[in-house]
């Protein structure tokens, strides 16, 4: 279940941003990251419906912790 999770939340990151995305888990700290790559630096995705769009599906215990890179990892 965990693992899909995670897939349904980098899908939701391309769908809503049209970026990339990573997500992080941070289980001792119930807490999770999700990293947005931005593709271009002129365009700045819709961060307010990202984090409508998570919060509409995670866990209400686990926080979110959002973050926005310019470069996607190699």
Known sequence: RGTT???AI???VRIVTGCEGA???HFSQYAFTVIVYLLSESVFPNL???IRQID???PAHLILILRVRSNPPV
Do not use: Q
């Open 10 to 12: 980098r899908e939701m």
């Open 48 to 50: 307010p419906e990202l």
């Open 56 to 58: 509409g599906i995670k």
């Open 5 to 7: 999770a995670l897939e």
């Open 23 to 25: 997500v992080e888990e």
